[in-house]
């Protein structure tokens, strides 16, 4: 068994955020490009994926790997030899599905093991920006924008942010120049640190905050941003 | 500001800063209409003047335009940079969606500007959505040259972006624009222990 994933939808956020809670468990997780050279799939319902082929395709092959399904309905596990997630999926869950089926700990892979874990500490914490690191410094305008702006709004994981449609190298980075110039808070990620600040109703959002939204949107429509 | 530009903008967003600093430069870098400056549209304006009096007939600011496709624009201001042209900020500030506020970041001046604009600004209303643009740097400049721009903007709005950019660059202008308008609310975290007012006279920690 090998720690290499293949997913027929990688660009699904729901996806990449399982992707970015198993690479924080080791960071020899890896995606394949073909489902046989994988020993993990993921699979997203919302992706318009053909289960059918799918199935069929898993049925006939002689080795089989290891299946997580996202789907938000119970009753739509389509093989009873997969396990069913709900999005948004709990990192803790995701951790008892691999441990249980790799009792033999993080994938076993050729590369020396990094020490990447003490290097990217963003990765297990609760994150939240003291303030907004320089936009000058990245290069993708719209993806820097949302993340920082809901980073100094409300603290979140890793595996939540990169739920907001960002990519992982670049969040990286950002994290990581946050975090050496003094901008970046890591706390404890437990349940009563994530409810500090709940989200804001958007009920009880002024006028002033709707025009100002309003008006990004526009912005949005208008410039591509680079 | 509804004498002026009411049926033509309901929202506006204002360039501030020295002399020279490149609000101008700016505008034109983003405006979908050529930039002008109020002195030349006097048809327009001519409501506006008359009600600010005749000291102010001789100083415009700049005026330039986002076109949306339902109809809809946005105004964008240069604000006149002599404090003897106040009377423009108090009307063109308080009403503004967003502010940047442009710096030389290469001069030895530019934090005492800063903390002059962050006064004015702060006076009129004007740091809710706020951006503070460092000129005339390259743009990956050392968290150092920054820090003191940090630090003394935190004053005035504790989550206010302070970025270096360059006015002749569209991307670089939104991109000043879009973090101004994108910052939280300061409410959820502690205000400074000192009314701003009272912390721009004797601030030497930088
Ligand atoms: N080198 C350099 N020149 C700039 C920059 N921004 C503006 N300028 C120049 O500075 C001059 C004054 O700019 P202007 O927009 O008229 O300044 P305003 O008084 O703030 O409206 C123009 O010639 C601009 O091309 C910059 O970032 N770097
Ligand atoms: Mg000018």
Known sequence: MNGRIWTPSRQSNAVRAFMAVLRMDSPLWDWADSPALASWWVIDSACGIDVTALTSYYDQMPGKPEVAFLAAQPGSLPHPAWTLFKPPVKSSLIFDWIKQRQPAGPPPVDRPTPSFAPAMPWRHGLLRLKRWPNPARYDNSLEFTVACSRLLGAPATYAQILEWGIAAPLLDRILQDALAEGLLDISDPSPAAAAIRPEKDAAAATDADTSRWGLIKRLLGKFSLK | ?206
């Open chain 2, 1 to 206: 500001m509804n004498i002026v530009l009411g049926h033509r903008a309901t929202q506006q967003v204002v360039f501030a800063g020295p002399f020279g600093v490149g609000k101008t430069t700016a505008l034109r870098a983003v405006s979908d209409i050529p930039v002008s400056n109020t002195d030349e549209l006097s048809s327009e304006l001519s409501q506006l003047k008359n009600s600010l009096g005749k000291t102010t007939t001789t100083v415009g600011f700049d005026y330039g335009e986002w076109n949306f496709s339902d109809g809809a624009r946005v105004g964008l201001i240069g604000l006149p940079s002599q404090e003897r042209f106040s009377a423009m900020w108090d009307m063109l500030l308080p009403k503004s969606s967003a502010v940047v506020l442009w710096l030389y970041g290469n001069s030895d001046d530019a934090l005492a500007d800063c903390r002059f604009w962050l006064e004015a600004l702060t006076q009129r209303q004007a740091v809710t959505r706020l951006a503070v643009a460092l000129t005339r740097l390259p743009f990956d400049v050392s968290e150092e040259t920054l820090a003191p721009f940090r630090h003394l903007t935190s004053l005035y709005h504790p989550l206010a972006p302070v970025l270096t950019a360059d006015p002749r660059q569209p991307a670089s202008v939104m991109q000043a624009i879009m973090v101004a308008l994108s910052t939280p609310d300061a409410a959820p975290f502690p205000p400074p222990a000192t009314p701003p007012a009272q912390q721009g006279k004797s601030n030497d920690e930088f």
